[in-house]
């Protein structure tokens, strides 16, 4: 039996009563007793088997059955007047506004001329705000057509931000062999006729900047990258207007011009910043790699790091599974700071191998000739398996732009990717100081910091 919640229309049905047993009987369910309803219980009475065992005719059951409907007729008569009786006001004056709100609108169309410059005005100024509310919910994320199929508007400039742009960092190199004739050069140059016995200050900056100026490069990128999605979204949500051609190419005239501007003042704004890095570094702060404390602190960030955190997690395939041993499968990858896992399914509940992310890197893989999936590789450092007897573990995925986000992923979790040059710039400048080999060097900033990275620099407010 399925009741309404409120009960206003619910009437119980009570059948096959001809069945009970004798001595028993329905009168609580009948009464509205045992069960209440708003409603009460109608009981049904069907040809019974006593009935048939008397060899009581259908005419004779038929007259009985409709003699005793008579008055459940009656009844459920008498409910739908009371209900009529009940909702017919509110009826009424839900059409008497209804009708108020026509004649108005009715009334408006009497006097309607084609050529009415207001109405035009109107009717333009509601498409373009329904264009802005549009763009808006795009980016925001709150727009009630979701789309389900790739990323779109907010979401993509999100995975710019987070993914593209420091992958677009770590794909920055140098030049090893240029780089030590820089740093000689500015030594040699800023000693002058004399033999300096320590490494000079100036040095030290001269050859940092230029290191710093490089980020100008990605930032930009970042930057073009953003203003191409909301180009993008511009022409999306314009095409409600398709049936305007001139104002849909207007419009997206005037707020791609409007972005473009902004966008020539978002990248003065980026470069003043970086300048403003330029302009002072200073080398007392707890994040550079001199800093006293930086010991300390390193020891510090590592016991807070969760090394359980979940990075990402999705679908990828395994490529370079021979057919001998079943071909490339399909896994759910689950990435964490310290290692990363693979799945049969999405349930993770049958786990097929765990690998530490410890030694590994990253490389790009060219796709096969009959393949149209993306391919990255993860291989040790050390020239070790990565997995079973596989130098290197190759990954697929359905674009470019997964393969991307994966490897942003990677960096999070410390996987960089492969390198031509080993040396990083703090190690190269040190091993021109007197005395000093570039070994020791590299020992004793290993030996400070044991997670050795590039110096950071700050500018006056201390911000990296």
Same mark, same amino acid.
């Given at each position: 039996m399925r009741v309404l919640i409120k009960g206003q229309r619910t009437i119980g049905v009570i059948t096959k009563l001809d069945l009970m047993d004798e001595g028993t009987d329905a009168r609580e369910i009948l009464e509205n007793k045992l069960l209440p309803l708003r409603r009460g219980y109608i009981g049904v009475v069907n040809r019974s088997q006593k009935d048939i065992d008397g060899k009581k005719d259908i005419t004779a059951a038929i007259a009985a059955e409709r003699k005793f409907f008579c008055p459940t007729q009656k009844t459920l008569n008498q409910q739908l007047t009371n209900h009529i009786r009940d909702t017919l006001p509110g009826l009424r004056a839900k059409l008497q506004s209804q009708l108020l709100s026509i004649e108005k609108e009715v009334e408006e169309y009497k006097h309607f001329r084609p050529d009415d410059p207001?109405?035009?005005?109107?009717?333009?100024?509601?498409?373009?705000?329904?264009?802005? $509310?549009?763009?808006?919910?795009? /980016?925001?994320?709150?727009?009630?057509?979701?789309?389900? !199929?790739?990323?779109?508007?907010?979401?993509?400039?999100?995975? /710019?931000?987070?993914?593209?742009?420091?992958?677009?960092?770590?794909?920055?190199?140098?030049?090893?062999?240029?780089?030590?004739?820089?740093?000689?050069y500015a030594i040699k140059n800023i000693h002058?006729?004399?033999?300096?016995?320590?490494?000079?200050?100036?040095?030290?900056?001269?050859?940092?900047?230029?290191?710093?100026?490089?980020?100008?490069?990605?930032?930009?990128?970042? /930057?073009?990258?953003?203003?191409?999605?909301?180009?993008?979204?511009?022409?999306?949500?314009?095409?409600?207007?398709?049936? !305007?051609?001139?104002?849909?190419?207007?419009?997206?005239? /005037?707020?791609?011009?409007?972005?473009?501007?902004?966008?020539?003042?978002?990248?003065?704004? $980026?470069?003043?910043?970086?300048?403003?890095?330029?302009? !002072?570094?200073?080398?007392?702060?707890?994040?550079?790699?001199?800093?006293?404390?930086?010991?300390?602190?390193?020891?510090? $960030?590592?016991?807070?790091?969760?090394?359980?955190?979940?990075?990402?997690k999705g679908w990828l395939t395994i490529n370079n599974i021979g057919i001998m041993k079943g071909g490339a499968k399909e896994y759910w990858f689950v990435l964490t700071a310290e290692s990363l896992s693979w799945y049969k399914d999405d349930e993770e509940k049958e786990k097929k191998y765990m690998l530490p992310v410890d030694n590994l890197k990253l490389r790009d893989v060219e796709k096969g000739f009959m393949s149209s999936k993306h391919i990255f590789a993860l291989f040790n450092t050390e020239q070790r398996n990565v997995y079973k007897d596989y130098r290197q573990l190759e990954l697929a995925c359905e674009s470019q732009e997964d393969v991307d986000g994966w490897k942003a992923s990677f960096l999070r979790a410390g996987v960089y990717p492969e390198r031509k040059d080993k040396v990083r710039v703090t190690c190269l400048f040190f091993s021109f100081v007197p005395g000093l080999c570039c070994e020791c060097a590299v020992k004793q900033l290993s030996a400070d910091v044991p997670s050795f990275s590039p110096p950071v620099t700050h500018g006056p407010t201390g911000a990296p």
């Open positions: 207001s109405r035009k005005t109107k009717a333009l100024l509601q498409m373009v705000q329904q264009f802005s $509310v549009d763009f808006e919910k795009r /980016i925001e994320g709150s727009g009630d057509q979701i789309d389900t !199929y790739e990323l779109s508007g907010g979401a993509r400039i999100n995975r /710019i931000f987070h993914e593209r742009f420091p992958f677009e960092l770590v794909k920055m190199e140098f030049d090893e062999k240029e780089l030590r004739k820089e740093i000689s002058g006729i004399r033999t300096g016995l320590f490494t000079p200050d100036l040095a030290f900056e001269a050859i940092v900047k230029k290191q710093i100026q490089k980020l100008k490069g990605p930032t930009l990128k970042c /930057i073009d990258m953003v203003v191409s999605e909301l180009t993008s979204t511009i022409r999306k949500c314009s095409e409600k207007l398709a049936q !305007y051609p001139m104002l849909r190419e207007e419009m997206e005239r /005037i707020v791609t011009q409007y972005i473009r501007d902004r966008e020539g003042r978002t990248k003065d704004q $980026v470069l003043l910043l970086i300048d403003i890095e330029l302009s !002072y570094m200073n080398t007392n702060h707890e994040d550079f790699i001199g800093f006293a404390n930086a010991q300390q602190r390193s020891n510090q $960030v590592k016991k807070k790091a969760p090394g359980t955190q979940v990075i990402r």
